[in-house]
């Protein structure tokens, strides 16, 4: 790999074939050379006297994308005539692979040309592409082109890196601190408007990247989707991802936008629907979780299927091929030109890993291969598949083969693909992310992985597949109010593994939220981090649940004893810790623990809310006003780092009324009515600023509101108060 990215070369090599004295040899080859100059776009003759423009790219992903759901490949399920409409103008390979079963690797894949050996990012959650990577963007832009992305949910953010190389990188899936899935992703429509904007005021050559991430799970197509599959929403959000790329296709043509283009349209990977029982994906690696469809059009390419074995890793040195540029000498893949050009295209080994159950929960590893007409999955319970005559992966044939060459090869691979560089895309996940990709169904750090010696049978995929698939039937249970039977199968999956903590955490949940039983929660959390001492999540919940229970010295205990190595980047476990240290009165111990977190994320919105309730306390405490000073100060960062943050407001707020600023307290406390409408103590308090300020009509409205809201949580004596300052307020009004 070359570290320094500037050093790569982007000029077309020039060649100057050898003299030779055989007419007829002479005169193939001169045959050969003009029908490869009818191939490619004009800069591809430069070099031949011919204009030097280079074409534009424009690469086009969907998120969880099957093969068999785009009408070309197979029209079975419903037709894609907008994608077929490009396929029949150019090339499709019929047996394309994703590398990687979840979005960021398999787009790592796309864009950097090598595999997760090669580059270290192995799943969503603890990875970030390294800057010393060369990126596809970097490398065009490099060449002079204008680069824009364009991509429509939160695994692509820029936070993990992919943006390198991009003028602009559009990842605006709206409030930034969210962990609301609708906030997190947006339409394919959306993403390409935006697009198309873009598009607009560019000139050649430029790339352009589209992302939409609609037939991702949940299935929530638009209408009139929604009702046309009501009985397959998934095929109706590939239907409709289709009929928007149609009008933007149309767009482009009609722009002349797409006359000197390469076109390069893939799914990242794909879905499992149910299939070897799995939902969606990121567990397996069959062919439903891995099989794609790779089409490739533009100016000279012709009509055609192509069978041979492909992949993410060959699109990279193809694009490089294409528009002329020196292919850099790290690229893993190999150019798809020769098939392009109707040529066969040599059989080569194609890698695959599945690593996000490894990486999120700690089971076993899964990699394999493809070679030829089999495909080796290496797990404790080892499989192997004539994909010839059984693509399904219906009949493992391992249990009759020696398998010793197959797991050799594997090692070959492995050894052969990896680099050293690939430790530098690690990355301690913040609990910020892991909250989001959880919202949005991926699996979300519940176990540091420090590796195994050995894994058996029972840390398989296939084995422990069908305990997290109960498990998350007992939530849907819960959700549709059957709580109790929730219970009843997370307790049946703790009496057969013990070892499963997804588990312990689902059942404290029903116990807590579904029955309001925090006490058998506590009890539940407290035996699943017995049997799971290294599981995060179990102890994340369990100190946060202490902590709400009002037990406080044993959340303290908990969180200075066990000391996992995520405390050591999440700011939140320690926000936790100092809230259970404030609340015993050791203001000393809460604030080194929010400065812990702050440490950890120095642009974390709720520790600087915790450390601005600390210094307010202290303040009213000690009638400090060093304190109170401090105390506006953590408050004001909290709302810059997250505007809409309601409680930072309202503290501010009441701070502000503590130094007798009325008109900083009543902006402050009227903003947090407007981001989290019927709050009683701010209703409260704004009637005593306005009463104060002299403003009786205001204050009397905001007193009368919360009589008629909240008059039920005062006491007798704090009522009758009430009822005398919105007297006093009438008053004056009808004076």
């Given at each position: ?14 060649r ?9 040899i ?55 005539p907008?994608?077929d ?7 499709i390979?019929?047996?394309?692979f ?25 799943e ?80 050649s ?15 929530t ?15 109706g ?16 043509q009609?722009?002349n ?33 891995i ?16 069978k ?45 890993e ?25 797990s ?5 598949y ?6 399904d ?7 009759n083969?020696d ?10 691979i492995?050894k ?5 560089e ?10 910020e ?16 992985v420090?590796?195994k ?18 498990a ?23 009496s ?12 404290a ?19 699943g ?5 290294a599981?995060?999540?179990?102890f ?12 406080n010295?044993?959340a303290?205990?908990l ?8 405390m ?9 810790i ?48 060093r ?11 909290a ?10 407001y ?21 903003k ?33 509101l ?5 008059a ?7 009522r ?6 919105i ?9």
């Amino acid at each position: 790999m070359q570290n320094n990215k500037r050093e790569i070369s982007i000029k077309p090599i020039n060649r100057t074939p050898a003299k030779i004295k055989l007419n007829s040899i002479w005169m193939l080859l001169c045959f050969l050379l003009v029908a490869s100059v009818s191939l490619f776009p004009p800069h591809l003759r430069s070099h031949l006297g011919r204009s030097p423009d280079r074409s534009n790219l424009l690469l086009i992903t969907i998120d969880t994308l099957r093969a068999d759901r785009v009408s070309c490949y197979d029209s079975t399920h419903l037709q894609t005539p907008h994608i077929d409409g490009l396929a029949a103008e150019g090339v499709i390979f019929t047996r394309a692979f994703a590398n990687t079963s979840t979005t960021l690797p398999s787009h790592t894949n796309i864009l950097l040309g090598v595999s997760p050996l090669y580059h270290g990012v192995h799943e969503n959650q603890y990875f970030v592409v390294h800057e010393n990577f060369l990126t596809l963007a970097e490398h065009l832009k490099a060449a002079g082109y204008a680069t824009g992305a364009f991509v429509g949910a939160f695994p692509l953010d820029r936070r993990f890196g992919l943006d390198q190389g991009f003028d602009v990188y559009d990842d605006d899936f709206g409030h930034r601190s969210s962990t609301n899935k609708q906030e997190l992703e947006r339409r394919a429509a959306d993403v390409i408007a935006k697009a198309s904007q873009w598009i607009k005021t560019q000139n050649s050559p430029w790339f352009l990247w589209i992302h939409c991430y609609d037939p991702h799970d949940p299935y929530t197509p638009p209408a009139p989707y929604a009702e046309q599959y009501a009985q397959s929403p998934y095929d109706g959000e590939v239907a409709y991802v289709d009929e928007v790329l149609g009008r933007f296709i149309e767009d482009m043509q009609q722009g002349n936008k797409l006359e000197d283009t390469l076109v390069i349209f893939t799914g990242d990977h794909g879905e499992s629907l149910w299939q070897h029982g799995e939902e969606t994906h990121g567990f397996f690696a069959y062919n439903t979780g891995i099989w794609i469809p790779l089409i490739l059009t533009g100016p000279g390419i012709k009509a055609r299927k192509v069978k041979t074995l492909v992949s993410h890793l060959d699109i990279f040195p193809t694009v490089c091929d294409v528009l002329g540029l020196k292919k850099p000498k790290f690229l893993q893949g190999r150019s798809l030109v020769p098939a392009l050009r109707g040529r066969r295209l040599a059989d080569q080994d194609l890698y695959f890993e599945s690593l996000s159950p490894y990486y999120g929960m700690g089971w076993a590893p899964l990699r394999g291969f493809i070679r030829g007409k089999f495909k080796f999955i290496q797990s404790p319970i080892p499989e192997l598949y004539n994909l010839e005559n059984d693509f399904d992966e219906q009949n493992n044939l391992a249990s009759n083969r020696d398998l010793g060459n197959y797991n050799k090869r594997l090692s070959e691979i492995i050894k052969r693909d990896s680099s050293p560089e690939a430790s530098r895309s690690e990355r301690k996940p913040d609990r910020e992310s892991l909250e989001k990709l959880r919202s949005l169904g991926y699996i979300a750090g519940s176990v540091a992985v420090e590796g195994k010696k050995s894994y058996g049978p029972k840390d398989d995929v296939k084995t422990l597949l069908p305990y997290f698939n109960q498990a998350n039937k007992a939530m849907t249970l819960h959700q549709d109010g059957k709580t109790l039977e929730g219970i009843e199968i997370l307790k049946t999956i703790i009496s057969e593994r013990e070892d499963f903590a997804v588990s312990y955490v689902h059942l404290a949940t029903l116990y807590h939220k579904g029955q309001g039983k925090i006490n058998k929660a506590l009890e539940i959390l407290k035996l699943g981090f017995a049997n799971n001492p290294a599981s995060y999540e179990i102890f994340y919940k369990y100190v946060n649940l202490l902590v709400q229970a009002g037990q406080n010295e044993q959340a303290i205990e908990l969180g200075t004893n066990a000391r996992l190595r995520q405390m050591d980047y999440d700011p939140d476990i320690w926000t936790n810790i100092g809230t259970a240290y404030q609340n015993t009165g050791d203001f000393d111990m809460a604030r080194q623990a929010y400065e812990q977190a702050l440490r950890i994320d120095q642009r974390n919105p709720i520790a600087y809310y915790k450390l601005g309730f600390l210094y307010f306390s202290l303040a009213l405490k000690n009638n400090n006003a060093r304190a109170l000073e401090e105390c506006l100060e953590s408050y004001k960062k909290a709302i810059e780092i997250d505007p809409d943050y309601a409680e930072a407001y309202m503290g501010l707020g009441n701070a502000y009324l503590q130094t007798n600023n009325l008109e900083g307290g009543i902006y402050c406390l009227e903003k947090t009515l407007e981001i989290q409408p019927g709050q009683g103590p701010v209703i409260y308090n704004l009637g005593m600023a306005y009463f104060h300020k002299g403003d009786k009509k205001r204050a009397l409205g905001y007193f009368t509101l919360f009589k008629k809201e909240h008059a039920h949580l005062l006491s007798p004596k704090e009522r009758g108060e009430l009822d005398e300052l919105i007297r006093k307020c009438s008053s004056v009004q009808e004076s």
